[in-house]
């Protein structure tokens, strides 16, 4: 508590300085706009009494580097000093776009910005040059015994999200200045003003940022806006010489709602963005897990399973129509399925790797681009090639898209299911139900030895942690909702043609526990949450092992009753025709909207306030931008593509249509 109380005290010195500031706010106004000459002899710092005297030197030694190992820097800073110390705008405003210290730390507000756009701005004309602002944000971190002290009998509970966190200050020096100028001023700064805390200061050099003109663009971005063009006109060429082909794709009319989770997704990821970013209550987070209405999105990842076993139904239900009309092309299986989906997951790396930087600027830009950027430009053939999620787990290339590597993975080994089902009802059945059995004790099993808890760490390091590289996108860990997806195929198939008549009570009770065994798998990862629960890890690896298969169970019977006339008002809903609209886009959207959440979040100049109000109203306004540029991405990329590969399906004899659709039982 000491670096609290050292920290108040420099406050409450610069805020008495400050009010002789505003005295002298009209003559410093003066003085600018008079020629250099009179302003040289017009330098002479105003008479300051002992207090304030004081208060100024404390002030000017903080933020002025005057033992800077490059002597420009040196010399910049002494200009700054003497600028300060005359109250001068352009000091005023360097100073001014420094980090004071902020309330609420303990509360975990934990992020000050200072005012950088106004520090970037700052330009003066000294002895030694052209001197411009240059924001620059430090890293204080205190170690664990020191937030143990502060926490005390709340950081068991909070360690998970405090254990990495850092105090985030920003400071405007002179450009000529680089982080080794800043950094040891500052650990001499702070290890005085913090003697036996143990706290330690960093700084990295992409984390000084200063003005930069109109980025240009380089000559392989240009290539890159030039050969997105020429795609667009290429396919649109394709697209009119057989604009009637039709689609290739397998779908369920009532299930093309895709667009619903899509939405549940975006949601989520909101609510991560929330936590990833600077927030003014960082630590309410951690109480907002205790509230049941929180599973609707710590449990919400069960939406994905969703995904899972739509698509393993729809593989079985496409390879049998296939498979009924003669032999299977397996070369036109894969290279279809291939084509249809990297194309455009193609485009959206390639803008990941070379033009996303164009987008935005802000203290956090570099530090977004490093996590976002950087991986796709060194790991982007994992992810064309759907392997990224073992080559190279963390930190991910499109992080959404390690559903993508999964669902493209399960495809690849569906043949394993389909062929023994096609040849022997009863042996398919057998080995369906081994390999089911076998991915549900894997995931058991890793839960198990690495003592995972059962619910998903709330933490702003999420996806660094083993859990979710190891664990949660491992493909060998959530199959097994995608092989439950291709048996329910095999009856819905099985039943093409015939008409279930089962009474009311079998329908009421279908419902009842399917919205039972939803719930009990949504919400049942509250208790992990709770404070007051031990871990237990019989628990938590049963939890992990059967909730996902649950939710399954009971999205299956969603399918059935819908397809069979028993669905009522849910079958109307998921049937509406706008839905099947923005179905269309949901690709697109999935590909391109976590860039654009991270791109709003890494461009902020203040933090935010986390709430559910907050987070709900971003997560909106996310979906309400991302339908026009999933719109703008399907019709100019996807839609193309998809036009061309149902002409080449015509011609390869591999069109595909199937139509499952609800009995209207009036």
């Given amino acids: 508590m000491r670096f609290l109380v050292k920290l108040m005290m420099i406050f409450l010195v610069e805020s008495s300085w400050g009010h002789f500031q505003e005295n002298f706010a009209k003559r410093s106004e003066r003085e600018n706009k008079m020629p250099q000459e009179v302003q040289e002899r017009l330098r002479t710092p105003p008479k300051l009494n002992l207090k304030q005297s004081l208060a100024m030197n404390q002030v000017v030694n903080f933020y002025t580097l005057k033992e800077a190992s490059s002597e420009l820097c040196r010399n910049h800073s002494m200009e700054f000093s003497a600028g300060l110390r005359s109250f001068e705008p352009w000091a005023l405003k360097m100073f001014d776009a420094s980090s004071k210290m902020q309330s609420g730390i303990l509360a975990g507000n934990l992020f000050n910005f200072g005012s950088f756009d106004q520090c970037i701005a700052v330009q003066a004309e000294t002895a030694y040059g052209p001197l411009k602002g240059k924001h620059c944000t430090l890293k204080l971190r205190p170690d664990t015994v020191l937030l ?10 909070v360690k998970i999200f405090v254990e990495n966190a850092t105090l985030d200050w920003s400071i405007c020096v002179p450009d000529s200045c680089i982080s080794s100028d800043v950094l040891p001023h500052f650990q001499m700064l702070m290890e005085t003003l913090t003697e036996g805390l143990n706290l330690t200061v960093n700084l990295k050099e992409m984390n000084c940022l200063v003005e930069v003109s109109a980025k240009r663009f380089s000559f392989i971005e240009l290539a890159v806006i030039f050969e997105m063009l020429a795609y667009v006109g290429f396919t649109a060429i394709l697209t009119a010489i057989d604009l009637n082909a039709p689609s290739r794709e397998s779908k369920i009319a009532f299930m093309e709602s895709g667009f619903i989770s899509t939405c549940y997704v975006i949601i989520g990821h909101r609510y991560l963005m929330m936590m990833f970013f600077p927030v003014i209550n960082s630590l309410q987070i951690i109480n907002w897990t205790t509230y049941y209405r929180s599973t609707a999105i710590t449990g919400g990842t069960l939406c994905v399973d969703t995904f899972f076993m739509i698509s393993g139904m729809l593989v079985t239900i496409g390879f049998f129509e296939q498979a009924s009309k003669g032999k299977v092309n397996w070369f036109l299986f894969y290279f279809y399925r291939y084509i249809r989906i990297t194309p ?27 996590i976002i950027q ?44 389909l062929i023994p089902f096609r040849n022997d009802q009863v042996l398919g059945s057998i080995n369906f139900a081994l390999l089911f059995s076998l991915s549900v004790a894997v995931n058991f099993y890793l839960a198990w030895t690495h003592k995972y808890n059962g619910g998903v760490p709330v933490t702003n390091e999420l996806f660094a942690t083993e859990y979710f590289q190891h664990h949660y996108i491992a493909p060998h860990v959530r199959s097994s909702t995608y092989i439950l997806g291709l048996g329910f195929g095999m009856l819905i198939y099985n039943q093409k043609g015939k008409e279930w008549n089962v009474n009311t009570a079998f329908v009421v009770a279908g419902w009842l526990v399917c919205a039972a ?141 199937v139509e499952v659709k609800p009995l209207n039982r009036h």
């Fill in 374 to 417: 950087k991986p796709c430009q060194q790991y982007w053939w994992a992810a064309v090639l759907h392997i990224q999620n073992y080559v190279h787990p963390y930190p991910l290339c499109l992080t959404q898209i390690w559903y993508l590597t999964c669902d493209m993975q399960y495809y690849f080994l569906s043949p394993i299911i």
């Fill in 344 to 370: 455009p997951l193609a485009i959206v790396i390639l803008w990941y790797c070379t033009l996303m930087h164009h987008f935005g600027s802000g203290p956090l830009w570099n530090d977004m681009l490093d």
């Fill in 517 to 657: 065994t939803m719930l009990a798998s949504m919400l049942g990862c509250h208790v992990f949450f709770v404070e007051e629960h031990d871990y237990n890890r019989l628990e938590s690896s049963i939890y992990l092992a059967a909730s996902r298969s649950a939710w399954t169970l009971g999205i299956g019977w969603m399918v059935w009753a819908c397809i069979n006339g028993y669905g009522g008002p849910i079958n109307f809903i998921l049937s509406l025709h706008i839905f099947r609209v923005f179905g269309k886009i949901s690709y697109g959207i999935y590909l391109l909207h976590m860039g654009m959440q991270y791109m709003i979040s890494a461009a902020a100049r203040t933090p935010h306030y986390f709430s559910d109000l907050a987070s709900m109203y971003a997560a909106v306004s996310d979906l309400f931008i991302m339908v026009f540029c999933g719109f703008a991405f399907t019709i100019l990329f996807e839609s193309p593509l998809v036009q061309m590969l149902s002409l080449l399906a015509r011609k390869g004899n591999m069109k595909t249509t």
């Fill in 148 to 157: 143990k002290k502060i926490l005390q009998q709340h950081f068991r509970k």
